[in-house]
C-alpha cells in the first residue's frame, strides 16, 4: 500500500524548502537592488551638485571675463586715444570692442570720428596707424607683461614730419604713465628728442663704434 499522504508531505516540504529558498533569493536581490538604487541616486545627486557648482563658476567666470574685458576695452582705448589726441589736432576715437565668433573670443579695433566706425588701416593715414599701434603695443604689454621694459624699431616712420617732434614727446609720456622703459632704435633725429640717452652707432670698417650723444 503506497503512504500517500507521506509522499504528499514530502513533496510540499520540499516545494516549501525550494519556495523559501527562491524567496530568500528574492529578498537578496531586492536588497542588491535597494543597494544598486541607492548608490545610483547617491551618484545622481553628487553630479547633480557639481553641475549646479559648476553652472555656478561658469558663471561666475563669464561675469570675470566679461568685467575683465570691459577693463581692457577702456584702458587700451583710453591709452591709444589720448595718444592719437596729443598728436593730431582732428584726431580719431580709438575704440575696442571682444566679440564672439565660432565659440571664441575675438577682438576688433578701429577708429571713430563724427560717429563713424573708421577701419584703421583702410581709411586712415600711415601716420595715425603708426601712433595708435606703438601705443596699443605699449597699453598691452603694460597689461600682460611682469617686465617693465620694451624694445621698439623706427616707431613712427610713417609720420609726417613736422609732428615727430611731438610723438617724441609723447613716447616720453606713455613711457611714464605706464611705467615702461623704451629702448628705442631710430634714425629720426626728432624723434629721440625727449630720450634719456642717445647712443650713436656706426659702422667703421666693418666694426659698429657706440658713443654716447
Known sequence: MVNLYGTFMNEHKQNLAAARREFTRLQHKEESIRLDLKQAQDSLDKHEKTMLATERARTILQTVAANMQKTLEFHIANVVTMALASVFDDPYEFKVQFETRRNQTEVDFFFV??????DP?????????????????????????????????????????????????????????????????????????????????????????????
Open 113 to 118: 570720428r563724427n560717429g563713424n566706425e573708421i
Open 121 to 213: 588701416i583702410d581709411n586712415s593715414g600711415y601716420g595715425a596707424v603708426d601712433v595708435a599701434a606703438l601705443a596699443l603695443r605699449m597699453a598691452v604689454w603694460n597689461i600682460s607683461n611682469s617686465r617693465a621694459l620694451l624694445m621698439i624699431d623706427e616707431p613712427f616712420k610713417f609720420l609726417s614730419r613736422d609732428l615727430q617732434t611731438i610723438a617724441s614727446g609723447l613716447l616720453k609720456e606713455l613711457s611714464t604713465q605706464l611705467n615702461i622703459q623704451l629702448l628705442m632704435v631710430s634714425h629720426i633725429p626728432e624723434i629721440i628728442n625727449e630720450a634719456d640717452r642717445v647712443f650713436n652707432v656706426k659702422l667703421v670698417n666693418g666694426v659698429s663704434k657706440v658713443t654716447t650723444i
